[in-house]
């Protein structure tokens, strides 16, 4: 397997578990900050490596009321000083091409959504940065047919690569978690990320809005890291019953702990 550095964290090729977590959406420069600052103090607690994410956008909002977030100007300049702060690196979504330069001055990961995971211009031009690109495979998409993904990104002469699994749709308003996609797509050469709480969502399910069932993301995060994944993708809040994003499938800063306590106890025994 491929191994990915991203800056001082090496992810794949029989490297510790990696955590991507943080809000899903820049609600404030204070929250990111705090939020990051304790995960990252829990992840060396338990010797977990750690990056933080968030969304300077959510362009893919169920309706045109909902929270998006602060811009591309104002959500950069906040994953700046995370970084700076804190020295940890930072994972963020794009949405176009003319977002991908300014986005890459600061991210060290550059995320394709996975409702864009086939968009061909957007992942060559990520690719084309340098920076690691996570693709997150789509809902609609077997594992299988990240290959050709993985091809395009490679053709732009960047092997950098994350695939991310998030489940796939089951009927309306429901996902499903396939864990035979963490080795088939594992098989492909790059390491793959399990993304636990967007796994639970139900996308669309409260009409404007995704529902989500966050009682399932512990679970979910053992059993992935039982089956074998590189890394756990979590949305984490202070209080995911307040979020503006995502809230019902988020888990919340005090029941992460034991949830990492958990995979890290399957990590060593694997």
């Known amino acids: 397997m491929m191994q990915v550095i991203v800056n001082n964290i090496r992810i794949g090729d029989g490297n510790p578990l990696v955590l991507i977590a943080g809000p899903c959406v820049i609600e404030s420069e204070g929250l990111c900050l705090d939020t990051a600052k304790k995960i990252k103090l829990l992840c ?5 490596p750690y990056i933080f994410k968030s969304s300077f956008d959510k362009a893919n909002r169920s309706s045109l009321e909902s929270y998006r977030g602060p811009g591309l100007k104002k959500g950069l300049a906040v994953l700046s000083r995370v970084k700076k702060q804190l020295k940890v690196p930072v994972l963020t979504d794009i949405h176009c091409q003319k977002e991908i330069p300014e986005v890459a001055e600061v991210a060290d990961i550059i995320q394709i959504p996975a409702f864009l995971s086939r968009q061909t211009d957007i992942i060559l031009a990520a690719a084309r940065t340098g920076r ?10 077997a594992p299988w047919d990240v290959q050709p993904l993985i091809r395009k990104i490679e053709s732009a002469g960047n092997k950098r690569i994350l695939i991310t699994e998030r489940g796939a749709c089951f009927g309306y308003n429901n996902l499903v978690s396939d864990l035979r996609s963490l080795k088939i797509m594992r098989d492909m050469g790059y390491p793959v ?8 969502q139900l996308p669309g399910a409260c009409g404007g809005s995704s529902g ?8 979910l995060s053992r059993a992935a890291v039982a089956f074998g994944c590189d890394g756990l993708f979590l949305e984490v809040h202070p209080d995911p019953d307040k979020a503006l994003c995502d809230g019902p499938n988020m888990i919340g800063l005090k029941e992460l702990e034991k949830l990492l306590r958990q995979v890290k106890s399957i990590e060593k025994a694997l």
């Not at 989500?212 to 679970?219: D, K, L, P, S, T």
């Open 132 to 141: 690691v690109v996570n693709i997150k495979k789509g809902q609609f998409l």
């Open 44 to 48: 060396a607690k338990l010797n977990i």
């Open 212 to 219: 989500g069932e966050r009682e399932f993301v512990e679970g």
């Open 193 to 200: 990320i399990y993304d636990a709480t967007h796994s639970v």
